[in-house]
């Protein structure tokens, strides 16, 4: 299945009104149909394995910010460093180190989001919310990281039809979002809330996202 321009200029119109970042999530899906929404003026794409990125990124204009969503291994983490937009996927302060490594090298600051793990579900990576305190206080008040721009943080719900779970897991990003923003004066770059895809999106902008990943609503169902 080929883009859904109308989905997309329906969704993209209700988060221009409030203000909210869309990032296409394009993982497994071909490069026409990035081009295809491209086309339509979209910019913002998310992409899950490196490989593929690196790939897609050699076809495709140089002006699309590529956000790298999934799980990134410290080793990969050179492939897409000179290029690469944003990575919403730092889980581990190990990879916070590489990525500062790297960034380092690439001879840039690298856009990350902290991935803070709020599901009940084992699976999903992340931080935990005092790790994520540590990561945020080395940052901002040790400087560490020169070579990362910590713009927020980023988590995924359980994937559940618990909308209160799910509710309760997005509102405990945001009170810990709330919270760096609070005793980091100087936090003033740490602005990303990225939370909500396809299937809890809406629940996440009430719960205060300022970006959400949305690939199967656009896209079609991945195969
Ligand atoms: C695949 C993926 C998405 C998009 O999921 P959809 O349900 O297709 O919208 C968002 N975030 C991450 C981290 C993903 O891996």
Redesign the pocket.
């Known amino acids: 299945m080929a883009v859904d321009l109308q989905a997309y200029q329906q969704l993209k119109e209700t988060l221009d009104t409030k203000g909210i970042t869309l ?1 296409a ?1 394009s ?1 497994t899906k071909p490069v026409e149909d990035i081009q295809a929404l491209y086309d339509a003026g979209h910019r913002d794409f ?1 992409e ?1 394995y490196v490989q593929e990125l690196v790939q897609k990124q050699l076809h495709l204009p140089k002006d699309i910010r590529w956000h790298f ?2 799980h990134l291994q410290s080793n990969k983490v050179k492939m897409i460093a000179p290029f690469v937009h944003m990575i ?2 730092v889980d581990s302060i190990k990879l916070l180190e590489v990525v500062d490594k790297e960034g380092r090298k690439a001879g840039r600051k690298i856009n990350a989001l902290l991935q803070v793990h709020i599901a009940k579900e084992e699976t999903k990576f992340g931080l935990d919310l005092q790790e994520a305190r540590q990561a945020a206080s080395a940052y901002f008040l040790e400087k560490k990281y020169e070579h990362v721009e910590l713009c927020g943080l ?1 988590g ?1 719900a359980s994937f559940s039809d618990d909308q209160q779970l799910v509710e309760s897991e997005f509102k405990s990003l945001k009170h810990l979002f709330d919270e760096v923003k609070t005793v980091h004066k100087n936090a003033t770059q740490f602005n990303i809330l990225s939370m909500g ?3 809890d ?1 809406l629940l996440a902008i009430q719960c205060g996202s300022t970006m959400v ?7 079609g ?2 195969g």
């Open positions: 990032i999530v993982k998310g899950n969503i999934g919403h996927g980023m995924m895809m396809s299937g999106y990943r949305v690939g199967s609503l656009l896209f169902r991945r």
